[in-house]
């Protein structure tokens, strides 16, 4: 991940969900950990511990992966 994506963000949908900032998720694809901010929010739902699993796309690979948030 290029340092510069760090900071940019395509923020039109999550400001309607008002996560919070700084929050990485893993992409299963690339093996990389993500900064939340840059992926394309797919779904939200909670999983067995009421850990939030975010489905998103990454914006290095485009697959769609599922992930626990982790901040
Ligand atoms: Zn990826």
């Known amino acids: 991940m290029k340092k510069s994506e760090l900071t940019r963000s395509y923020n039109s949908n999550w400001k309607k ?11 299963s694809h690339c093996k990389m950990w993500i900064n939340e901010d ?3 929010f797919i779904n939200i739902e909670e999983g067995m ?11 290095d690979c485009g697959q769609t992966s599922t992930s626990r948030r982790y901040s």
């Open 17 to 27: 969900y008002q996560f919070q900032r700084k929050i990485q998720v893993y992409c």
């Open 38 to 40: 840059t992926t394309e």
């Open 49 to 59: 511990q009421g850990e939030d699993k975010l489905t998103f796309k990454c914006p």
